[in-house]
């Protein structure tokens, strides 16, 4: 299961990279083209999908590496217990925060399914899915940095 999980990992921080790279190529593109006064109108239309993308797996990305925006001044002022028992609730904030987007996530891309892109022919579910997909990947790494966090060997050291 963790070999499985290491691939799903390096897969995504390599779409994650190479997704950020094209959009600013295409919106670079794009933006010449429209200058020169032949629009790539269907380069907004990718470059919304993959944008999509990038929020909510680039998030899981940061997420998994521990590189989200924090405060750990304040965090590092209190004892190991109680640093560890706010990260805790902290965690299960954002377990809570992740099941509803799933939930919610789930029904708006079925919803958008009819919905189409017009420069692409395709539905705007590609874009959508990332709701639901990015925050179960999410789940999934809290859950595990959760797990750690209570660990026997990790309870008295601090984190």
């Not at 790494?141 to 060997?153: Q, S």
């Amino acid at each position: 299961m963790r070999k499985i999980y290491g691939i799903v990992c390096k897969i995504e921080e390599f779409f994650v990279k190479y997704a950020l790279v094209t959009v600013a190529v295409l919106i670079f593109v794009s933006a010449i083209a429209r200058s020169i006064r032949e629009p790539l109108n269907w380069a907004t239309d990718v470059s919304l999908i993959l944008f999509a993308w990038i929020i909510f797996l680039g998030a899981d990305v940061a997420l998994r590496h521990g590189e989200l925006v924090n405060v750990d001044i304040i965090i590092n002022k209190f004892t190991p217990n109680v640093k560890k028992s706010i990260l805790l609730l902290w965690n299960v904030l954002i377990i809570g925060l992740l099941i509803i987007m799933i939930r919610f996530g789930i029904p708006l891309a079925i919803e958008s399914v009819d919905r189409i892109f017009n420069t692409l022919g395709i539905s705007y579910s590609w874009a959508t899915i990332s709701v639901p997909t990015g925050s179960l990947l999410m789940l999934i790494t809290i859950c595990i940095k959760t797990y750690n966090l209570l660990r026997p060997e990790k309870m008295s050291g601090g984190s």
